[in-house]
């Protein structure tokens, strides 16, 4: 297993990774801070032994990444990276057919942590992400995805389109969301499936495009001509929920 270091910051997102069991090392708290989320937080953070640190404002906006720590940032000993094999036994004991979220050279962390958030919801198995040019398991995506961070497993990969041809031979199909692409309501989107998102600006690479088995577009009626890479991907993700309810 492979490990990322990170400070965890805001209250839902704190709280959460106690919850979850995570190994949390310091916690630092602003002065005089006693609100009842805040209480929740050192009830677990006592039952946890971590060490806890009352700190001025100005400590904690030093300490911030994010801006936005709410008077709470715990410093976490790692979140775990994944193994794409832990997310096909994952479907298997679920017995649900693999359900994975691609995501090519997605840069911005409020994205990545919305798309983690959103493949928790929608029962995805779990989120291939690159090693390079790609935001890792920051804080800021910890925030964003508002816990779901420590549930749905996040895999880092050297190379996604040999990924994509690994997971091709375990019988996973793959579709490419591409505004060229068939409507997404035509394009058949069960069975095992893993959804490739790219960024805002270039989409997915020409590469791993070409290794997917489909491509499927979001119908847009407005004046502008793109979505939010985390909107396009929760709108293609609710439909393989969709699509997979009705097979049911």
């Not at 691609?102 to 779990?126: F, Y």
């Not at 508002?146 to 375990?170: C, F, H, M, S, W």
């Not at 060229?180 to 309501?185: A, E, H």
Request: aromatic share 6%; proline share 4%.
């Amino acid at each position: 297993m492979r490990y990322e270091e990170l400070t965890i910051e805001g209250r839902n997102a704190v709280l959460e990774a106690f919850r979850a069991g995570k190994p949390i090392d310091r916690l630092f708290i602003l002065d005089g801070c006693q609100d009842g989320p805040v209480k929740s937080i050192l009830r677990e953070a006592k039952k946890h032994d971590t060490i806890i640190t009352f700190v001025p404002k100005e400590r904690l906006d030093q300490m911030s990444d994010t801006g936005h720590h709410q008077g709470v940032i715990a410093y976490g000993a790692a979140y775990e990276y994944a193994e794409v094999e832990d997310m096909l036994k994952a479907a298997e004991e679920k017995g649900e057919p693999p359900f994975l979220i691609l995501l090519d050279g997605i840069e911005d962390p409020h994205n990545l942590g919305a798309i983690i958030r959103t493949a928790n919801l929608a029962g995805a198995h779990g989120v291939i992400i690159p090693k390079r040019r790609a935001s890792g398991l920051t804080a800021t995506v910890a925030r964003t995805s508002a816990g779901a961070l420590n549930y749905t497993p996040v895999a880092k990969v050297t190379n996604l389109a040999a990924t994509i041809e690994d997971l091709k031979k375990r019988g996973l199909w793959f579709v490419c969301a591409d505004m060229g692409g068939d409507v997404m309501y035509r394009v058949n989107l069960t069975g095992p499936i893993g959804l490739v998102v790219g960024n805002e600006g270039d989409g997915v690479s020409r590469l791993v495009r070409e290794k997917c088995d489909m491509t499927a577009s979001i119908p847009m009626q407005g004046q502008i001509d793109s979505l939010n890479a985390s909107v396009a991907a929760g709108v293609l993700a609710y439909e393989i929920v969709r699509q997979r309810m009705g097979k049911k």
